[in-house]
Nanobody, 121 residues
């Protein structure tokens, strides 16, 4: 099983980025794919999650915020769109796959290697 996160980089405040998480190695039916981030010196925190089969997201009103999660099953990829980036969004962003409780890190079975996002003011 492999989760490959990509799309990070160095950007300016106010820019947008779309991170990708490509999954492989097993069926992810019944799994939730979550995005987490870990800022320098901080604990890793949950950003959002999406159920692979249904496309339902953990935060129902996320479309009104800066982080929008989506998935394309044909491409085996989950995306995290981040708009209006701020310096405090600087972190390593990880994707992971689990079977329940999207907001609980300890419920995830598989983790990707992370992609670094650096936002300059």
């Amino acid at each position: 099983v492999q989760l490959q996160a990509s799309g990070g980089g160095s950007v300016q405040a106010g820019d947008s980025l779309r991170l990708s998480c490509t999954v492989s190695g097993r069926s992810f039916s019944g799994f939730v794919i979550g995005w987490f981030r870990q800022a320098p010196g901080q604990e890793r925190e949950f950003v959002d999650g999406i159920w692979w089969s249904s496309g339902l997201t953990h935060f129902y009103d996320r479309a009104k915020g800066r982080f929008i999660i989506s998935r394309d099953r044909a491409k085996n990829t989950v995306y995290l769109q981040i708009d209006s980036l701020k310096p405090e969004d600087t972190a390593v962003y990880y994707c992971a796959a689990g079977r329940n409780r999207p907001d609980r890190q300890d419920r995830y079975d598989y983790w990707g290697q992370g992609t670094l996002v650096t936002v300059s003011s």
